[in-house]
């Protein structure tokens, strides 16, 4: 075995606990599930009864609260920011990475309700920010470019989540690029439905009034 090899095995060896440290502290953050209980405190009862059943923030204000809407989504996407900070701290950049992935897997199967969670945008853009902040602020800017052209949030979220590992590649920042293409395959696969009615054209448009209850566009 050469001396890169060596290197290799040895860096892979150590650093295997903190990666798993970091996947494990993600997901139980990501799996916090702050639709659910925002509105449990609202007095709105179970979200999971209401329009999709979805915990995000786009079921949320469903209920008509968009003040509670506006919370859900900044808090989950807070807490995948929280994690990857926490865990860079602690245990370094490398396993921030998996504490981005944990936090994604967490929002969409979180063990708390049986693996059935939220679609993960705004967890996803919060580990995004919490990784590299010009990444953050790529994903923003595309999805407010696309919502504003085509008033479709789902759109939106899709593109931009195809455009950042591209641009994070682009960037000198493969690891990243890599972590993130893997969660956009996710976040494709949660939006199958919502990518079905893109190609019917029957998805609503972000202000349309739907009079039936459709898969979270958003989250």
Not at 27 to 44: M, T, V
Not at 80 to 101: C, D, F, I, K, R
Request: aromatic share 10%; proline share 4%; hydrophobic share 55%.
């Amino acid at each position: 075995m050469d001396a890169l090899s060596s290197f290799v095995v040895l860096m892979v060896a150590n650093l295997w606990p903190w990666l798993i440290y970091g996947l494990i502290t993600g997901y139980l953050l990501g799996s916090i599930p702050f639709g659910l209980l925002l509105a449990r405190a609202a007095g709105l009862g179970d979200i999971r009864n209401i329009g999709s059943g979805n915990i995000g923030a786009t079921n949320v204000l469903r209920t008509g609260n968009k003040g509670l809407a506006a919370a859900t989504l900044l808090l989950d996407g807070l807490k995948a920011t929280v994690a990857v900070l926490l865990v860079n701290h602690w245990y370094g950049q490398v396993p921030a990475h998996m504490a981005a992935v944990g936090a994604f897997f967490g929002h969409v199967f979180p063990i708390w309700l049986r693996f059935k969670g939220g679609k993960g945008v705004a967890t996803y853009v919060g580990g995004l920010f919490g990784l590299t902040l010009a990444g953050g602020l790529a994903f923003c800017a595309i999805w407010l470019a696309t919502a504003a052209l085509m008033r479709i949030s789902s759109l939106a979220a899709i593109v931009a989540s195809l455009v950042i590992p591209l641009l994070l590649f682009v960037w000198g920042k493969p690891v990243t690029a890599a972590v993130f293409a893997v969660l956009t395959a996710l976040l494709l696969w949660m939006h199958r439905a919502n990518i079905g009615r893109l190609r019917a054209g029957t998805e609503p448009r972000i202000g349309a009034k739907s009079t039936q209850p459709v898969a979270d566009a958003a989250q």
